[in-house]
């Protein structure tokens, strides 16, 4: 029983159709064939997942079963902590780095019953990436290994894509789980900023840094935020407000929705490449088609939001990271020293200019976005890379074309979902957001789209 | 009291040198294209705080 979505696991799971040890062995099975190639785990759970999964089966049993993730496997990008078990940032500074408590959002998961299976690579520090001079190899695109993934969760794409695991868990800091979820073909959500905790996370901008889903659909997305959402007094940014359940908005349609269409984004300030243009396009008649009004909307240019994302992600990265660049910066691969050291050259005066920028181009989006649900654009605007070709300095400048900063530096709402596939069978991407708090009608676009396309039933041949 | 030595781009080897001085220029490029057209009237928004309550 391979590859089955989370929500599909789920409801075997409580129809007596499976076990938590028969999907835990699946996964197993899955890695041991497939990862070798893949790269997508630094550290497999085996003996832990298999108790784990015997246990949810005993609770299960005994009429203790958690909820809808008991018995599910997942994934943990290698930035979230999980107490007793190494957690490195995939970097040769943390290697012997084990934690004595879980993050937050490892915590929710095992007392919500899911099974860690095991530590998803990333680019070093959740920044520097794709890279062949640290202690792990960089996880591999499963459309076709040649390829990039993206990053920085890259191993969660990877791991998810090759059905390796149902659920991981991402993070985004300037599109850290929608670059991947776009290049490797599955639904990455970005929530909005302090919705899901980042306590025991390890940081790359306090300011930017958001944990999210990725998983295979958008409803499993849901299943798994509904998890892992909520306010936490350990992360000074969890917002207060209730939390209310995005799975259960899931359906219900779009039909008489207003969505705002961001073509500057992708025709202009970046060149979306032909396929993935004609992509976008197909893409918005399926949303007319499902009874939304298309509106035009522009914003300010993307290089406003990349260029304002960009300082201050560099400049608070500088901060964490000034030690270790003092004393030990050999230990850090190259293209991650590089990038880190940009932050060198932000003076304290440019950073704060760069935060009042951010809060006149969140009023610009608030402003823009008021009287719309959402809106929709670009998100990986290419096919992925081949990965040599990533690897190679310069090593500032992302060398994909990707559209991601707009909804970084505004903390909104972000989903990426899968539009196709390039005639060479690589992933393409859109992307769909919405103002803050409007996760819920974001992943109900995503999800109504799902529904209406067939790119879901296409998995990598491995 | 002294302050500790913070990081310097001269203990690199010379191509991780060349490709820190890549990074830092590009960083140069952006922050050129910050606006300074901020007023006295803008310093309230210095922090960003999204919308979190209610």
């Given at each position: 029983m391979d590859m089955l979505t989370a929500v599909a696991a789920s409801r075997a799971l409580v129809a007596g159709r499976t076990s938590s040890a028969a999907l835990v062995e699946d996964c197993l099975a899955r890695i041991a064939a497939h990862d070798q190639h893949l790269n997508s785990f630094v550290l497999v759970l085996a003996d832990e997942a298999r108790r784990a999964a015997r246990a949810a089966d005993r609770a299960r049993k005994a009429g203790r079963a958690r909820g809808l993730l008991h018995g599910i496997p997942f994934g943990l990008k290698d930035i979230y902590d999980t107490a007793g078990i190494r957690t490195t940032a995939h970097s040769r500074l943390l290697l012997d780095r084990v934690p004595q408590r879980d993050s937050t959002v490892a915590r929710k998961l095992g007392e919500a019953g899911a099974i860690l299976i095991g530590k998803l690579a990333t680019h070093e520090f959740a920044t520097?990436?794709?890279?062949?001079?640290?202690p792990f190899p960089p996880a591999r695109n499963p459309w076709n290994i040649a390829h990039f993934t993206g990053g920085s969760s890259s191993g969660s794409g990877a791991a998810v894509a090759a059905g390796l695991v149902p659920l991981a868990m991402g993070s985004d800091t300037s599109g850290s789980i929608r670059g991947p979820a776009g290049y490797c073909g599955i639904a990455g959500f970005k929530p909005t900023y302090g919705t899901v905790s980042r306590s025991g996370v390890i940081p790359l901008a306090n300011s930017l840094d958001h944990c999210g889903p990725m998983a295979w659909t958008v409803a499993d997305c849901a299943l798994m935020l509904d998890a892992i959402a909520g306010h936490d007094p350990?992360?000074?940014?969890?917002?207060t407000r209730p939390y209310k359940s995005v799975r259960r908005g899931l359906t219900g349609g779009i039909a008489g929705m207003r969505i705002g269409v961001i073509r500057h984004f992708f025709e202009r300030d970046i060149e979306a490449d032909p396929q993935t243009l004609a992509a976008i396009e197909a893409t918005l008649k399926v949303l007319r088609k499902l009874g939304a009004k298309l509106v035009p909307v522009t914003l300010p240019p993307h290089q406003d939001w990349d260029a304002c994302c960009r300082v201050i992600l560099y400049a608070e990265a500088y901060a964490i990271h000034e030690r270790d660049l003092a004393e030990r910066p050999e230990q850090y691969a190259a293209i991650t020293r590089a990038r880190l050291f940009s932050g060198q050259v932000v003076s304290a005066a440019d950073y704060v200019q760069a935060l009042r920028w951010r809060r006149a181009l969140c009023r610009n989006y608030a402003e823009t976005l008021d009287g719309l649900d959402a809106v929709v654009t670009g998100c990986t605007l290419n096919p992925a890379p081949l990965i040599d070709e990533m690897a190679?300095?310069?090593?500032?400048?992302?060398k994909g074309r990707l559209l991601m900063a707009p909804f970084s530096i505004t903390g909104a709402p972000a989903l990426s979902v899968c539009s196709g596939f390039s005639t060479d069978g690589l992933p393409l991407s859109l992307q769909i957001a919405g103002l803050p708090f409007a996760d819920a009608t974001v992943l109900r676009i995503g999800h109504a789209y799902e529904q209406a396309t067939p790119w879901r039933e296409r998995r990598p041949a491995l | 009291m002294t302050k500790q030595s913070g990081p310097t781009l001269d203990h690199l080897d010379d191509e991780s040198r060349r490709q820190a001085e890549q990074a830092q220029a590009a960083m140069r490029e952006l922050i050129a294209l910050i606006p300074h057209h901020f007023t006295y009237a803008d310093e309230l928004d210095l922090v960003f705080l999204p919308d979190h309550a209610g």
């Open positions: 520097g990436g794709p890279a062949f001079d640290l350990a992360d000074p940014a969890a917002a190679k300095p310069p090593f500032f400048s992302p | -």
